[in-house]
C-alpha cells in the first residue's frame, strides 16, 4: 500500500528527443506527487510536483501526467538535453504523513 | 545560497568507530529528516523530527541515534558503523509535513 513503484530504472534518450518515466502508487490517500532531480554526489532537489486536483502540470521542459482512477502519475522531458542526465525519483506523500520514493531512473542524455 | 549543510561532504570512520554527522539549515523549517541512500537506490527515510518530536521510523536499527539541539541543527549518530552502514546520508527540511523538502548535498560516509 506504502510502495511507488517507478519504471524504467534507465532510459536513453537521444538529444531533442521525449524522455518518460512512470510512476504507480496504491494507496489513494497519497494527495502530493513531486519528482526530484539528482545528480552525482548531490543531493535530490525538487523538480516539478502535482496535487491529484489537476490532470497535468508543466513546468518549462517538465511536465507532469496524473492519472488519479489509474493510480499512475508520469514526467516528461521535452527537447530533453545531456545536462538533464540525471536520476529521477518520483516520490508520494500525504500532507503530514513521509515522502515514500520511487526506486529511481537512470537518464542519460546522448548529444 | 546553501540553505541545508551538511558536514562533512566525506567521512571516512573505522569499523565500530562512533561518528556523528551533522545538518544544518537557514530555512527555519520546523521539520527536519535524515535519509540513507545506499548506491543506485532510493533515499530511505531513517527518522525525523517535528519540531522538538522525534520520529523513528520502525525498520531503523538502534545504532542510529539523532540530536537536535535546536530549530538550525540535527545530528546523526551512529554508535557502531558496521561495513553496511557505508552509504549517503541526506538531511532534508520541509515546512510543516511533507510538502517540498529540502535537501543538503550529503555526506557520503565510508567504513573501513
Known amino acids: 500500500q506504502q510502495q511507488v513503484k517507478q519504471s524504467p530504472q534507465s532510459l536513453i534518450v537521444q538529444k531533442g528527443g521525449i524522455s518518460i518515466i512512470n510512476c504507480a502508487y496504491e494507496?489513494?490517500?497519497?494527495?502530493?506527487f513531486p519528482w526530484y532531480q539528482q545528480f552525482p554526489g548531490k543531493g535530490p532537489a525538487l523538480l516539478i510536483a502535482?496535487?491529484?486536483?489537476?490532470s497535468e502540470k508543466k513546468e518549462g521542459r517538465f511536465t507532469i501526467s496524473f492519472n488519479k482512477s489509474a493510480k499512475q502519475f508520469s514526467l516528461h522531458i521535452m527537447d530533453s538535453q545531456p545536462g538533464d542526465s540525471a536520476t529521477y525519483f518520483c516520490?508520494?506523500?500525504?500532507?503530514?504523513?513521509?515522502?515514500?520514493f520511487g526506486t529511481g531512473t537512470r537518464l542519460q542524455v546522448f548529444p | 545560497d546553501a540553505m541545508v549543510i551538511q558536514n562533512p561532504r566525506y567521512q571516512v570512520t573505522q569499523f565500530g568507530k562512533p561518528v556523528t554527522l551533522s545538518c544544518s539549515q537557514t530555512?527555519?523549517?520546523?521539520?527536519m529528516y535524515w535519509y540513507q541512500q545506499k548506491s543506485s537506490q532510493a533515499p530511505k527515510l531513517l527518522f525525523h523530527y517535528y519540531d522538538k518530536d522525534f520520529n523513528n521510523e520502525a525498520d531503523t536499527p538502534d545504532n542510529f541515534q539523532s540530536r537536535r539541539p535546536n530549530t538550525s541543527f540535527c545530528f546523526l549518530d551512529i554508535r557502531s558503523p558496521g561495513l553496511g552502514d557505508a552509504a549517503m546520508y541526506l538531511c532534508?527540511?520541509?515546512?510543516?509535513?511533507?510538502?517540498?523538502?529540502?535537501f543538503g548535498q550529503g555526506t557520503r560516509l565510508t567504513v573501513v
Open positions: 530555512l527555519n523549517h520546523n521539520v
Open positions: 494507496n489513494t490517500a497519497f494527495d502530493y
Open positions: 502535482i496535487r491529484p486536483d489537476v
Open positions: 532534508a527540511t520541509s515546512r510543516e509535513g511533507w510538502t517540498e523538502a529540502f
Open positions: 516520490a508520494a506523500s500525504l500532507d503530514t504523513d513521509k515522502l515514500i
